[in-house]
């Protein structure tokens, strides 16, 4: 063991760093194939996690949990680069479709087009989207490898992802001007429909409980509430474009 830590320290960092290896395999396959089991992904991502535990040095400063994630996703997309995900079933049809292509080559023109491909294979042009979807090959490209541009500095794959999980400045920024505009307009509604809004919305009162308030029936207070709403949805639709 390579490490400048004790064995308690080690199981300590193995333990501690469970739901990281746990994250990144989720996060990763996201982008793969339904097939590859998450759970075959922690397995390996587990194994990049010890391989860190056992490389890292305290001594040296840094943070682990930084330097772990590099060595657990670098696990696992070394481990998908070994491994054959093609079924055998899928592995005959690509073959038989790179026959077709060859065959199809080597006639007088060279020309291959869907409706011949679909003619030699005997199949329907769905079916072959079908066909060419499954064979389609899976590229792995490693996220924390440094990328070249000769037009900025290099720059690593896993930067550019966006956090599905955050909202954007721009988003915040509209929502904020709708709802600016929303309340404008509820501000410019004759009294009761505003006050029917304020009581079911703000309020949280039944319609039914609104309707003995103002001394009207229920179906008129449905009503003033629909055709409000209707109102606004109509203006937000007709700034919004």
């Not at 491994?83 to 065959?103: C, F, V």
């Not at 400045?169 to 501000?187: G, N, P, Q, S």
């Not at 629909?226 to 700034?239: D, G, P, W």
Request: net charge neutral; with cysteine.
């Amino acid at each position: 063991m390579t490490t400048d830590i004790s064995n308690t320290e080690f199981a300590a960092l193995i333990e501690s760093n469970i739901p990281l290896v746990h994250s990144i395999a989720e996060q990763m396959k996201r982008k793969l194939p339904s097939r590859i089991e998450i759970e075959e992904l922690f397995s390996i991502g587990i194994l990049g996690l010890m391989e860190a535990a056992r490389r890292f040095h305290p001594t040296r400063g840094g943070n682990f949990g930084n330097y772990a994630a590099k060595r657990i996703r670098g696990a696992i997309l070394d481990d998908l680069r070994r491994a054959d995900w093609m079924s055998r079933g899928a592995r005959s049809q690509s073959k038989r479709l790179a026959k077709a292509i060859t065959k199809l080559e080597q006639t007088p023109g060279g020309s291959v087009s869907t409706q011949s491909l679909c003619a030699e294979m005997d199949i329907s042009e769905n079916e072959l989207a079908r066909l060419l979807e499954k064979v389609r090959p899976i590229t792995v490209l490693s996220l924390d490898a440094l990328q070249e541009d000769s037009c900025q500095e290099d720059y690593c794959l896993h930067d550019l992802l966006p956090d599905e999980s955050q909202v954007s400045a721009l988003d915040i920024i509209d929502r904020k001007e709708m709802l600016a505009l929303l309340v404008h307009k509820i501000t410019q509604l004759p009294e009761l429909p505003r006050k029917v809004l304020a009581m079911h919305y703000y309020e949280n009162m039944r319609l039914a409980d609104i309707a003995v308030c103002f001394g009207v029936t229920e179906s008129r207070i449905c009503q003033i509430h629909t055709q409000t709403v209707a109102q606004l949805r109509k203006s937000l639709i007709k700034l919004a474009a």
